[in-house]
């Protein structure tokens, strides 16, 4: 779809996704993006190349989405890789809390051409289980359950979950001015908890939740994925120089999966300031 179609209001922006010609489109007066964000799709994209069978089908998760940003590169990347137009078998839901930002990433999917794989759900995480697929016509077609099927809601769908929710406690000297602003960056609306409860009843058994966060937070978030059947696979921790301590980390785990966690070699952000690192350059490269 060419951009002069789509109404792009006065506070957005339209972006380059680095991938082909695709786009994405921000909100100046929302939360926008970060490197955390790109990292985690490009991690996540990585290991689904390795697993992924052409001719099933494959559903993924882009939770607590915001812009769309994750969904969209996982997505543009995978088209780039397989030198295709379209596939068919791979689809992509984006849910997120807020309506304007849901607004914007409708129109990002829209202008890549997207729509048949990517879908934008308005909801609460936390009301997860209300989403009706019988209620809900457009939802049961595009994941292409049948209509007879008796299936009520979107339980053990999903193959893989990507989320970069809200890094940080609600405490005083975290508010911000901008409340939408504040809610992406605190655990307002989403908690750990949250992110667990609903990955699990998303994911099919051995399914993965591919999650970035403050490293700080490392045993919390391993407690409360175990708790809720998702066990710690594997660790990716995030230095921005190699001189400096981790601040982030991604984690993959898996849906009743097996004790056992894996530590990746640690990836360093910069070479120097604003030069990034070989490593961070080959998880970028498009094959």
């Known amino acids: 779809m060419a951009i002069n179609s789509v109404n792009i209001e006065k506070d957005e922006n339209i972006d380059s996704l680095e991938i082909r010609d695709y786009k994405i489109i921000q909100k100046n007066s929302e939360f926008k993006f970060g490197i955390d964000s790109v990292i985690l799709a490009n991690i996540a994209h990585r290991q689904f190349e390795k ?73 609460d995480i936390k009301k997860i289980k209300s989403i009706s697929l019988k209620a809900s016509e457009d939802l049961r077609s595009f994941l292409h359950i049948n209509q007879k099927v ?48 609903a990955s699990s009843f ?11 966060h403050k490293t700080e937070r490392l045993t919390e978030i391993t407690k409360v994925l175990s708790k809720n059947k998702l066990e710690p696979k594997e660790i990716y921790f995030i230095h921005s120089f190699k001189d400096k301590e981790s601040q982030n980390f991604i984690i993959k785990a898996v849906k009743n999966g097996k004790e056992g966690i894996k530590v990746n070699a640690p990836l360093i952000i910069y070479e120097k300031e604003g030069v990034y690192t070989k490593d961070l350059m080959e998880l970028y490269k498009h094959e």
């Open 150 to 197: 008796s299936k009520p809601n979107l339980s053990e769908t999903m193959d893989i979950i990507m989320a970069n929710p809200p890094y940080f406690k609600q405490k005083k000297g975290l508010k911000n001015k901008v409340n939408t602003i504040h809610s992406a960056r605190a655990e307002e609306n989403c908690s750990i908890e949250d992110i667990a409860k």
């Open 51 to 123: 697993t992924y069978k052409e001719k099933s089908k494959f559903y993924f998760c882009d939770m607590c989405a915001g812009s769309g940003v994750i969904a969209n590169i996982f997505y543009a990347k995978h088209l780039l890789n397989t030198k295709k137009e379209e596939e068919k078998n791979l689809k992509g839901i984006l849910i997120e809390i807020n309506k304007n930002i849901c607004s914007s990433a409708q129109k990002t999917i829209n202008i890549n051409g997207f729509e048949n794989n990517l879908y934008v759900i308005n909801e």
């Open 202 to 212: 998303l994911l099919k058994n051995s399914g993965a939740l591919y999650m970035i």
